[in-house]
């Protein structure tokens, strides 16, 4: 009958003087426009003819009279036809095959139902345009070098671990340039592309100076080295590389404080002691004020990963206060009397010819990088890296380093920008491996300067202080800038921190005016070398991606926007024999929960068993309010599709992953999808920094990214190192200006054909054309969202979420993102909802089915039960919601947080909703 149906309208056969009039009803029972065009648009309600036709609104169930009415002289309907087409905005071209087409074709080949049927999912889309492509040359980056770690001073046994235990024999760009860096104990900031190594550019050279000390430290000697990253998964992930980096030396003792655990176990940690911690900035700041055992006195390095989102994730705070920390425990630890007293009774060997004793000055003879020199010193090495760097990481940069060295791995750049030798600042300059610096010879020349223990005490004060001058409290760093040679200071006999520091900084300012007028211009020079180019870095503000990532963008209509997402996680996930993986950016937790168990319940099919009762009964509900509901819904339609069980293989893993999860879930979540073979993880932007999933071969940016930066991290989970990836960013066709947003920084997209993506959905749903099949799937996902008061709550949180969230965007993709330009209802639509929330809240009062459930609180009484017990408190109307209201902005708000409860005593009732 379809195909009957097909030949009757769409051919071209019929004779070119037959209208529409000479037909019988039956023939055109299904068609509601006679052919002029070769295309047919059936329609229970012409709503687009309303205003071009002059339409009454008495168009339900009467697709005759409407036909009857479209078919007007041939002519006329023809330009009809073609301001259909413009009204339904439909202009878009893609080889031939655009949404239009698609609504076209599964208008012809619907069941015949009474009264007519169109698929309000390809009704009145916007059309999609085609971007061309602007000339832009990317930036990019040689990730390996051809050098080997063996090439590098270091301990043969690291060489071999990392062969061994890593299976990493080649250096990375980014490596080969920090390490040797590092190594002389150099502040050091890194920039370099996502997924280049730069962990290992740290890890290992900290590692290799912390195995050098002499004699060897154990888990007892304190905590040499702080690691801060901005989120729990990336500290994990670290701890697990130091891990393994330790393996040959096994007196180094890593530990990890990243939040969720419990603080008594973290105490235990920390009073066991540990060399090497590695934590979130929250936690460890935690730490410093709750826990004694938690002291930095003997650190000697401090490394900031992702150091521009340490800064604008709002933790600047707890990164100044770490620094603070680090500075003070230091300072207090030079005045540590027990020290001096142990000093006294010490022979020592040079002044007595005596045998050799076991403390720390005799094993300073056998260190071998000057960065194991730091770690016996009250020095402190600073290392910030990152892929992308903002003025606020230059700001820092100015406060917590000293005579730092720049490194840029990006082609063109290249640089290694080191402020105390200028003449290294070119592209493609690359420092020999172990070559001198001058501050390598300055700290050569301060240590034969070091007549005794106290007199290295009183310098290294004297250099702490130099360096950004302390910081004033724990939200404003001061920098000073001076930078006076190291001398081998008086002794002071003064027990307080002011008089000692007036007679440093009188030997200062003496010292100061003797080198100033031969150094101040070289000094001057110095300085600069490393601002210019960090200064150029940011302000060109253009980024780097790997070139190993294929990065192209979706133009999908909003309501498409769900059975996409289904049809790209089939097409990658399912239909891919090898098994892909792949990673979905959403831009809120409440749409990462909803959206992972929904596409879980309906592709999978696991929770459908569950619900099917409630689908029933829901089903038979809609059918027996048939008449409210909006007859361009697909429910009809959809009823034939309603599957039992599994769309695809239950094999496809679904994850979700956001801050606002159980730190155990959050960790299982990520070491289980690192584990998985194919899957798709869903998540918000707490997975976009620094984690390493192995075999991510697409990311999606489903909801587009607040910055061009969260951009290159969100698609820097792909073609890492060696491996090869695929990006796609799916826009609204209202923001397309955004890849022109993305163009301006040298990141180039490709525009990839929207509607062919649908063709997945097919393999899936047993359907014979991808329409149906997009139908039948956009069915299942609105039956599913709807069979319950719960599933709708979800539903809705989640398209407010998003919507809240889309009126936020920063300032500049505003104009690019507008929430203005949002269609409420269609967006409805890519939430499953067959309505805005707004309108299904006023539904939901009319419909048992979807009533809350009265509370069984004891303490609760409504009115009936307060008409038999009078005088019980009544629960005051709203309260409730307030409280839901402020536990789910505190919900969202908590996105990035440490994972701690707050000291206070906490209400049960957040507990429970952690849960
Ligand atoms: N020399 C090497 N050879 C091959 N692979 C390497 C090498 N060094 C590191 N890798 C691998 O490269 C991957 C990415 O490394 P890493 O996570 O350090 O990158 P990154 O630069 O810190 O990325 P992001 O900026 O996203 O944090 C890891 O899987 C790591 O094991």
Redesign the pocket.
């Known amino acids: 009958m379809d195909d009957l149906q097909l030949n009757i309208t769409v051919s071209k056969k019929v004779p070119k003087k037959q209208t529409a009039h000479n037909k019988s009803a039956k023939e055109f029972k299904f068609v509601s426009k006679p052919e002029f065009t070769g295309k047919t648009i059936a329609r229970k309600r012409p709503q687009n003819l309303i205003h071009q036709q002059g339409y009454g609104k008495k168009h339900d169930g009467e697709p005759q009279t409407k036909v009857a009415k479209v078919a007007e002289p041939q002519e006329k309907s023809s330009e009809t036809s073609s301001n259909l087409r413009d009204l339904s905005e439909n202009k878009g071209k893609f080889h031939g095959k655009n949404y239009q087409h698609l609504s076209d074709d599964i208008q012809l080949k619907q069941k015949p139902r009474s009264g007519g049927w169109i698929s309000s999912l390809f009704k009145n889309n916007p059309g999609v345009p085609r971007l061309g492509q602007r000339a832009v040359k990317p930036l990019v980056e040689k990730v390996?070098t051809g050098k080997n770690?063996s090439d590098l001073d270091i301990h043969p046994h690291c060489v071999a671990n990392?062969q061994q235990n890593?299976?990493?024999?080649?250096?990375?760009t980014?490596?080969q340039k920090a390490i040797p860096v590092i190594l002389q104990g150099r502040d050091v900031l890194i920039r370099?592309?996502?997924?280049?190594?730069?962990?290992?550019?740290y890890a290992l050279p900290i590692i290799e100076g912390l195995q050098a000390i002499r004699p060897k430290i154990n888990r007892h000697d304190g905590i040499r080295v702080v690691i801060v990253v901005p989120t729990r998964e990336?500290a994990v992930?670290t701890y697990e590389?130091l891990i393994k980096l330790v393996k040959p030396f096994t007196w180094l003792v890593p530990g990890l404080l990243s939040g969720g655990q419990k603080r008594k176990s973290e105490k235990a940690i920390l009073r066991k002691g540990l060399n090497v911690l590695v934590g979130t900035p929250g936690r460890i700041n935690d730490h410093l004020r709750h826990t004694q055992s938690l002291n930095f006195c003997k650190t000697g390095c401090l490394v900031l990963?992702?150091a521009d989102r340490l800064l604008d994730m709002g933790y600047e705070k707890d990164v100044a206060a770490i620094v603070k920390a680090i500075e003070d425990h230091k300072k207090n630890a030079a005045y540590d009397p027990m020290a001096l007293v142990k000093k006294t009774f010490i022979k020592n060997p040079d002044d007595e010819g005596g045998e050799e004793v076991p403390d720390e000055k005799s094993g300073e003879e056998k260190y071998k990088h000057h960065l194991t020199e730091i770690f016996l010193s009250k020095e402190r090495q600073t290392i910030l890296?990152?892929?992308t760097l903002t003025k606020a990481v230059e700001n820092l940069a100015g406060i917590t380093m000293v005579d730092p060295v720049f490194i840029d791995t990006s082609e063109g750049r290249a640089v290694i920008a080191d402020s105390l030798n200028p003449k290294l600042d070119k592209p493609g300059s690359v420092m020999k491996v172990g070559e001198p610096t001058k501050k390598k010879e300055k700290i050569v020349k301060d240590e034969s300067m070091d007549e005794d223990d106290e007199s290295t005490a009183t310098k290294e004060v004297e250099k702490e202080k130099k360096r950004g001058d302390l910081i004033t409290d724990g939200t404003k760093l001061n920098k000073k800038k001076s930078k006076v040679p190291a001398t081998a200071a008086e002794d002071s006999d003064s027990d307080s921190d002011y008089e000692y520091f007036k007679v440093q900084k009188e030997l200062e300012t003496k010292k100061g005016t003797v080198d100033m007028d031969t150094d101040e211009e070289e000094e001057h020079q110095k300085v600069n070398t490393f601002n210019d180019a960090l200064k150029s870095a940011i302000q060109e503000d253009e980024l780097v991606l790997p070139s190993s990532v294929n990065q192209t963008f979706m133009v999908v209509p909003m309501k498409l926007r769900l059975v996409t997402l289904c049809a790209l996680i089939v097409e990658h996930c399912v239909n891919n024999k090898k098994g892909g993986k792949m990673i979905v950016f959403m831009a809120t937790l409440e749409m990462v929960d909803y959206h992972s168990e929904l596409i879980e319940t309906v592709l999978t099919g696991e929770k459908v068993k569950v619900k099917k009762k409630d689908n029933k009964k829901s089903k038979k509900k809609k059918s027996d309010d048939q008449s409210d509901e909006d007859s361009s819904s697909d429910s009809d339609f959809a009823a034939d599709y309603q599957q039992e069980g599994s769309l695809v293989p239950v094999e496809l893993e679904m994850f979700s992953l956001h801050g606002s999860m159980p730190h155990e879930r959050r960790m299982e979540v990520f070491k289980q999808f690192r584990l998985a073979k194919r899957g798709v993880l869903i998540c918000t932007d707490v997975a976009a920094?620094?984690?390493?999933v192995?075999r991510v071969d697409l990311v999606l940016q489903y909801c587009a990214p607040a910055s061009a930066t969260d951009y290159v991290?969100r698609v820097?989970?792909t073609g890492?190192?060696?491996a090869v990836g695929a990006a796609v960013l799916m826009l609204l066709p209202s923001e397309t200006d955004f890849v022109r947003y993305l163009e301006e920084k040298r990141i180039r997209l490709r525009q990839s054909d929207e509607s062919s993506a649908l063709d997945a959905l097919r393999s899936v749903a047993v359907a014979t054309t991808t329409p149906r099949a997009a139908v039948a799937v956009q069915a299942r996902l609105e039956a599913t969202a709807h069979s319950n008061r719960d599933w709708l709550a979800r539903a809705s949180r989640a398209y407010t979420s998003w919507v809240r969230f889309y009126s936020g965007y920063p300032r500049d993709v505003r104009e690019h993102l507008d929430a203005r330009k949002l269609h409420l209802g269609h967006a409805a639509k890519a939430f499953a909802l067959r309505d805005t929330p707004a309108a299904l809240a006023k539904r939901t009062k009319n419909d048992p089915e979807l009533q809350k459930e009265k509370p069984k609180n004891r303490l609760t009484v409504h009115e009936e039960e307060e008409k038999k017990r009078p005088g019980f408190p009544r629960v005051k109307v709203g309260s409730l919601a307030k409280l839901t209201n402020k536990q789910s902005s505190m919900h969202t708000a908590s996105e990035f947080d440490s994972g701690l409860e707050p000291v206070e005593h906490q209400p049960k009732r957040n507990k429970k909703k952690n849960k």
């Open positions: 390996f770690f990392l890593l299976n990493l024999k080649e250096m990375m980014v490596q370099s592309q996502t997924g280049s190594g730069k962990t290992l550019s990336l992930q590389l990963d992702e890296l990152s892929a920094r620094g984690i390493d192995p991290h820097g989970r890492r190192a060696t």
